[in-house]
């Protein structure tokens, strides 16, 4: 998503990534970001809850006009209760772990998507 965005800004179109994932979104460094500290799948509110969507998008959609640096990420204040208990468990180091450590090093799906980038990237695109 954050290539993306940063492909449409080179060429023009504003762009807004908004998120539930701090750690993703910083790796990503889109043009401009909105982070809402709420379960993955809820970045716009919790389900049922129409009022607060409503409010998580339009102050989303502010930062067009308050977000002029390149990288600029917001933190909207909203919190989800945690009667559910999805923070401590995605906190929880005792289960460990499994993810790889984010890096910069590019991945491919193939051999030919890394043969096409490598291609672009020579010819200066």
Do not use: N
Request: charge should be negative; glycine fraction near 8%.
């Amino acid at each position: 998503m954050s290539l993306v965005a940063r492909y449409l800004e080179e060429r023009g179109l504003p762009t807004l990534c908004m998120a539930s994932a701090l750690d993703i979104i910083k790796a990503g460094w889109p043009p401009r970001a909105v982070f809402v500290d709420y379960p993955l799948g809820h970045t716009t509110g919790k389900p049922f809850a129409p009022a607060e969507q409503l409010a998580i998008v339009r102050q989303g959609l502010a930062g067009f006009e308050t977000m002029t640096q390149p990288g600029s990420l917001s933190h909207l204040d909203f919190r989800w209760a945690d009667d559910d208990g999805w923070k401590a468990a995605e906190d929880d180091t005792a289960r460990g772990d499994q993810r790889q450590p984010r890096d910069t090093t590019p991945r491919y799906q193939t051999e030919a998507d890394r043969q096409l980038a490598k291609a672009r990237l020579a010819a200066g695109g």
